[in-house]
């Protein structure tokens, strides 16, 4: 299979392939990005293997398109710089193994058969060739082109080898899988179960990276239900893994919460890329096991748990290494998940409205996406009545904010020329006048302008200044 056509128009090919033939070097374009190219996938950061020495190899391409800086990892055998739109790498071939008790590999010169072998998955392990002989052609030693028509993640080498390797490629598969929506071998999912300790030694870094972008795919769901499966979940995110479970007391048992916070991080996910607020999506019932409660007559209550909930999340960004400027607003919308909907079903007052938009703030219309994507019921008459609900709620919010901005209104005339024209010291009758303009204006007797105001302040000041008036 030749990709000729497909990689021609790159702009950085070219030089890269002439320089291969100048220093008798084979380099290819390997590992994500020809995933991509047959998935057509946009990208901009472009790989390349280099058998040999990868370091000077890359200075010899950024200098013929006059670039100046290159980065080098003179450890790791790999160079990288920007061009244009693109970030490109080249990375000398390695046999690479890994200590067991650590993550930091060592590197040894390899081919390209021992390069290859090493990569996570046989999705990732093709390679084209920018070789004089064979310019453009497909190299696929472990079928990744057939995976990935037949959109499932394999491994190039028994799983158990590939993971231990580097452990945190079981979160890869899982992440591969929610991006592209493909399934994962039967094999990769018997070796996380097993292996799953070993994410253990992997740097919170990384395996917050690889989760949160599970998050930000398009159905995040798929690959936490594999976080789930494997119970990788439980070494991860604790606290989302005992979400699972359901329990029958008498006639009441109440839904799996792992469930369901699967549905509502999936729903939300529909309406935003913001993956903040799926994530708040995600750990909006995070404390429900905790104050889970059989109450007799009534049944499951979960009393408190929004605010509990919202108090775990110092804990769980620390730990995760999350960005602390985001915490505010998570721990905001799990607070007050469940505001919306209590201001919906009592006779509410104003006030309590009110209370709503201060403290939702900007984050009032995430609130009420979040409130939205939690309806998971299959009855459609019960969604529709709760999603009304919201309607009703947010037409309130309307209501009261309309109202505040016509408390903050001013008549156009102010106090000191009212006082001036009317020849009167300041007093309770200055802010009767300016009452009566603002009043004339508000039921739409005059038009809000200050030569309206004006006219009609002449024509009501001496009735104000009249006796019978003070
Ligand atoms: N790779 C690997 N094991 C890892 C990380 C990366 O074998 N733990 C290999 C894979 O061949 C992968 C390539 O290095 O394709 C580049 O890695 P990376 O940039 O992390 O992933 P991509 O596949 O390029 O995908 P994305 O950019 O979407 O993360």
Redesign the pocket.
Known sequence: MNFLNEIKHIPVITVISETAKESNTEVYM????V?DLILKRQ?S?L?FLVIGDSLSFTEKVATKIGIQKVTKYRNFGTAHFKFQDYDIEFVGARKESYNRNSRKPIVEDGTFEDDIR????TI??MAISLNQNTFGELIDKFNGYQDLQNKIIKTPLDPFQTFDD?P??IL?AFRFAA?LEFQVDESIMKAAKEMKERLRIVSQERITDEFLKILTSPKPSVGLKLLFDSEALQIIFTEIQNLAGVDQRQDYHHKDVFLHTLSVVDNVSKETENVWLRFAALVHDVAKPQTKKFVEGIGWTFHGHEELGARMMKNIFHRMKLPMHKLEYVEKLVRLHLRPIALAKEEVTDSAIRRLIVQAGDDLNDLITLCRADITSKNPQKIEKYLANYEAVMQKVLEVQEKDKLREFQSPVRGEEIMKICNIKPSKKVGEIKKAIEDAILDGVIENSYEAALAYLLKIKDDFLSENKS
């Open positions: 390997v590992g994500g990005v995933r990208r950061d790989d090493r990569r996570d998955f990732n392990a580097d945190l490629r890869r991006q």
